[in-house]
């Protein structure tokens, strides 16, 4: 590991400290390196408060140092105003002279431009260090900006025996049959604060009504979205509770929708994935869970649009009851959650 990619990881490292929390901007850490010692480091913790590099900055004691120092970045520095001003005025104004970058911004209202204007001013400046990594730290705001849709991550938990819930006997209990344990529970819940918006199919409201919000992991909820055709879910129901913004997708955009709860209408006779995917891109959203039920994860994975899938694998059995969805589970990663598995798949298509 050569001098600048040990400190362009540890502006990953540091950027890492704003997952679930700077949506819509990327996460992003910055180090200050003065004759081989770090000076200041910073990282974006939120969208509209300072920016990576502005509290690396504001982290140098003695600022004369600046003028000799060489700043890292994870991701290409901003050149236009948004709710912060840009970040190379800043490096420009404290004449640092070098500037390293992991990787450039794909953000079409940077893209370059932020490079350019440091090499305009005199900078020093080199780009692509630990790309792949910079890369991967931001692959939400990178598949949202040249996808022009959400990171999508498929999750579901599933028998011994390949069923995602036992044999319904009635309707009168809609509660969740738990196929995982506590520890894994939690987990998924720590997941819901990483990601913007989280989504289901009509069953999985008619049958276990979830809240579908973050209760065992302190953190922002996502935002709710269920795919409800023909408008079919109980309206007392918890996702229609307004504690939470929530998307119905249907088939009706007359529906009057309240002030954390709105209707958006797809054409169900054609791609009901894409469509849905790009109401979420329309509504400004990076990442969705996709958590069930099957059909709807199904759905995501024959049209090929998913980036990740979790998958638990708990010890109970069902012998019958509704099959898990059928993926293909090579070069996947498994791990160990006490007694259950969890099964991480990349689409790489």
């Known amino acids: 590991m050569n001098i ?45 408060e300072p920016h990576a590099e ?21 991701l290409e520095p901003c050149s236009h105003f948004g709710k912060t001003p840009p970040c190379c005025d800043l490096i420009i104004a404290n004449e640092i002279p070098n500037v390293v970058v992991g990787t450039v911004d794909p953000n079409e209202k940077v893209a370059g431009k ?10 020093n400046v080199t780009v692509g260090v630990l790309e792949d990594e910079c890369n991967e730290l931001n692959k939400r705001f990178f598949t949202f900006h040249q996808k ?29 049959v738990w196929i995982t344990n506590q520890y894994s529970r939690q987990l998924v819940h720590k997941w819901r604060t990483e990601e913007q918006a989280i989504l289901v199919g009509t069953q999985t409201v008619v049958d276990d009504n979830p809240k579908l919000n973050a209760r065992d992991w302190d953190g922002n909820n996502p935002t ?28 009706e955009s007359e529906k009057s929708s309240k002030e954390n709860t709105q209707f958006e209408a797809i054409d169900f006779n054609r791609n009901i994935v894409a469509q849905a995917l790009d109401v ?17 994860l199904q759905s995501f994975i024959n049209e090929n649009l998913w980036d990740e899938a979790r998958i638990f694998i708990g010890k109970i059995s069902f012998e019958k009851g509704t099959k898990a969805p059928e993926i293909s589970r090579k070069n996947s990663i ?15 298509d």
Not at 58 to 65: C, G, I, P, W, Y
Not at 148 to 176: C, H, M, T
């Open 4 to 48: 600048h990619e040990k400190y362009i990881k540890r502006c990953i490292e540091l950027a890492q400290n704003g997952l679930g929390t700077t949506y819509p901007n990327p996460m992003v850490g910055s180090v200050i390196v003065y004759e081989g010692q770090i000076i200041g480091e910073g990282w974006h913790k939120k969208a509209g």
């Open 54 to 74: 502005v509290n690396a900055v504001n982290s140098v004691k003695d600022k004369t140092l600046l003028k000799k120092a060489t700043i890292y970045v994870s």
């Open 114 to 123: 932020g490079i350019l204007k440091l090499i305009e001013a005199g900078a």
């Open 148 to 176: 022009k849709r959400p990171y999508v991550i498929l999750k579901w938990a599933e028998s011994q025996d390949g069923f995602l819930a036992p044999e319904k006997v009635s309707n009168q209990d809609r509660k969740p």
């Open 224 to 251: 709710r979205i269920v795919i409800d055709r023909n408008n079919r879910i109980d309206p007392n129901s918890f996702v229609f509770d307004d504690t939470v913004k929530t998307i119905i997708i249907s088939s």
């Open 280 to 296: 979420l891109y329309q509504n400004q959203i990076q990442s969705v869970i996709i958590e069930g039920g099957r059909q709807t």
């Open 334 to 348: 498994k791990t160990n959650i006490l007694s259950d598995e969890l099964i991480q798949i990349k689409n790489h």
